[in-house]
């Protein structure tokens, strides 16, 4: 299963690299590190931030998807076909914890700040819908949690009061909006208003601040992301965010003053993709730009001193 609106299945004739992970000596200092996973290659770029400047390269994965951070500056990688997620430290090399996934397909992750409590995101089971499985303090069994509306879960984001906000689908297709509140038994659906999201991407809050990513903006080959205010079990949009040119951006991280994430272009108009960072909230075409991964899907910005380091 992937989570891309252009990919499809994952390619054939690419076979999961054998190859050793590297990373620079002086990535384990660097203040900031953003993490690309590539469905192409099975391999996930380090790169430092914001030069965009390649600073390893971690292998060993059978389909790595989704990403996430935590306030250590830790990073988890759902490694989907593998029924894992992992642990890497900041700029380290190897991993440094496993999860399995009892219940199938893990695709997307997020942290509880507040908790340091592990969600992962089950883009589907083994022979049903997806569900939000929770493992406290990012160990053990997971809890288990979902709404017999979603049928995939694809990405999600804690608030500051600790309630989990995700992006998913029904059966169909069509966009859902959930919100796990804090000590809640099920998933609820959350009505978006102000304009219609066509497909599943990032979950993230910058401040108050809903951010949510639609990997086909107005059903087309484009991405876009809208900022929305939430009251109760509602989402207004509020204001947009267009991505000038972008192709399938899956799951891409917001700061108070960037986006950046990976740009599938090679499957959706036989271009090149690339590494691309975007000003925030203007959007528009991108700051600056790096080749590869070949077909990016997670973003996610490890940060040494914390979250509140990264702008």
Same mark, same amino acid.
């Given at each position: %299963? *992937? =989570? ?21 000596? +002086?990535? /384990? ?9 590539? =469905? ?31 306030? !250590? ?9 593998? $029924? /894992? ?12 914890? !496993?999860?399995?996934? #009892? ?11 507040? *908790?340091?409590? =592990?969600?992962? %995101? $089950? ?15 990012? &160990? ?26 995700? !992006? ?11 919100? =796990? *509140?804090?000590? +809640? ?14 497909? #599943? ?20 080959? @484009? ?20 991505? &000038? ?15 950046? +994430? ?22 528009? /075409? #991108? ?10 899907? @997670?973003?996610?910005? !490890?940060?040494? $001193? ?6």
């Amino acid at each position: %299963m *992937t =989570l891309g609106s252009c990919t499809g299945v994952v390619p054939a004739n690419v076979a999961r690299s054998d190859a050793t992970s590297w990373m620079d000596p +002086g990535a /384990k200092s660097a203040s900031q590190l953003l993490y690309v996973s590539d =469905l192409g290659t099975f391999d996930v770029y380090v790169y430092q931030f914001p030069s965009l400047k390649l600073s390893g390269k971690l292998h060993g994965f059978d389909s790595p998807q989704g990403e996430c951070g935590d306030a !250590s500056g830790n990073i988890w990688i759902a490694d989907t076909k593998s $029924n /894992k997620v992992r642990e890497y430290a900041h700029g380290g090399a190897k991993p440094i914890a !496993s999860l399995a996934d #009892p219940l199938g397909y893990p695709g997307g992750c997020a942290v509880d700040p507040s *908790t340091g409590d =592990l969600a992962v %995101m $089950n883009i589907a089971d083994f022979s049903d819908a997806g569900a939000i499985l929770i493992y406290k303090n990012a &160990r053990g069994t997971p809890q288990v949690y979902g709404n017999s509306n979603f049928f995939y879960f694809y990405f999600g984001g804690y608030d500051r009061n600790g309630n989990l906000y995700v !992006s998913g689908a029904t059966v169909r297709g069509g966009y859902l909006l959930g919100v =796990l *509140t804090r000590g +809640g038994k099920s998933v609820s659906l959350v009505k978006v208003t102000g304009g219609t999201l066509y497909f #599943p991407g990032t979950v993230a809050w910058v401040g108050t601040t809903l951010v949510l990513g639609d990997q086909r903006c107005n059903g087309r080959a @484009g991405s876009c992301f809208y900022r929305l205010r939430v009251s109760g079990r509602t989402a207004r949009i509020a204001g947009a965010t267009p991505l &000038r040119g972008s192709c399938d951006v899956v799951q891409a991280w917001v700061t108070p003053t960037r986006i950046v +994430g990976g740009d599938d272009a090679a499957y959706c108009r036989n271009g090149r993709s690339s590494t691309d960072l975007w000003p925030y909230p203007a959007g528009g /075409k #991108p700051a600056s730009s790096v080749p590869g991964p070949r077909v990016p899907i @997670g973003a996610v910005l !490890s940060v040494a $001193n914390g979250p509140s380091a990264a702008r």
